[in-house]
T-cell receptor, first 112, second 114 residues
Framework: TQLLEQSPQFLSIQEGENLTVYCNSSSVFSSLQWYRQEPGEGPVLLVTVVTGGEVKKLKRLTFQFGDARKDSSLHITAAQPGDTGLYLCAVGSGGSNYKLTFGKGTLLTVNP | DVKVTQSSRYLVKRTGEKVFLECVQDMDHENMFWYRQDPGLGLRLIYFSYDVKMKEKGDIPEGYSVSREKKERFSLILESASTNQTSMYLC?????????????FGPGTRLTVL
């Protein structure tokens, strides 16, 4: 059983459209992170959410942690080509939540 | 800015060769990690280290070993490369022990084993 399920797996949209991607699990987590990985680069941390129901905004990106802390969503408003990349969610795992376990990601392409 | 550098962006090796992938971070971080990233499988943890000379197996350590002789450097070793080790290898470092601390990744090494 996969710890984290991300959907959709692929998403191709036109510049200016809005979109939402999801990260779901049957487990409860104390925190969750979102990373973005641009082509040819390593992942870069976007946000960490720790409280159930928490909403964080980063310019045109809105992140929400589910009330039950089992899921999270990332909404992008007016997508731009620079938003193109692989969006990964990750949660702490292992003893003392030391390790990070990643979802398989959503590959977003924003066409000009 | 935190910088994590990896010795090569692209590497081509032959089956059976010994391969060294080097990673250096410049922020005095105690924790360093090696992942591999494959289409459809995501990022998987190979090994990690929480201090000099300390190492722990991750989720897929088979066929790999690591070395951490200095705090800033964490090396991944493929003792005898095989074609199923063709992958993107990502190194990361982190200052704190908790997974909520920011993990900084290098740009990756795309390894092809022929």
């Amino acid at each position: 059983t996969q710890l984290l399920e991300q959907s959709p797996q692929f998403l191709s949209i036109q510049e200016g459209e809005n979109l939402t991607v999801y990260c779901n699990s049957s487990s409860v987590f104390s925190s969750l992170q979102w990373y973005r990985q641009e082509p040819g680069e390593g992942p870069v941390l976007l946000v960490t959410v720790v409280t159930g129901g928490e909403v964080k905004k980063l310019k045109r990106l809105t992140f929400q942690f589910g009330d039950a802390r089992k899921d999270s969503s990332l909404h992008i408003t007016a997508a731009q080509p620079g938003d193109t990349g692989l969006y990964l969610c990750a949660v702490g795992s292992g003893g003392s939540n030391y390790k990070l376990t990643f979802g398989k990601g959503t590959l977003l392409t924003v066409n000009p | 800015d935190v910088k994590v550098t990896q010795s090569s962006r692209y590497l081509v090796k032959r089956t059976g060769e010994k391969v060294f992938l080097e990673c250096v971070q410049d922020m005095d971080h105690e924790n360093m990690f090696w992942y591999r990233q494959d289409p459809g499988l995501g990022l998987r943890l190979i090994y990690f280290s929480y201090d000099v000379k300390m190492k722990e197996k991750g989720d897929i350590p088979e066929g790999y070993s690591v070395s951490r002789e200095k705090k800033e450097r964490f090396s991944l070793i493929l003792e005898s490369a095989s074609t199923n080790q063709t992958s993107m290898y990502l190194c990361a470092s982190r200052g704190g022990r908790d997974s909520t601390d920011t993990q900084y990744f290098g740009p990756g090494t795309r390894l092809t084993v022929l």
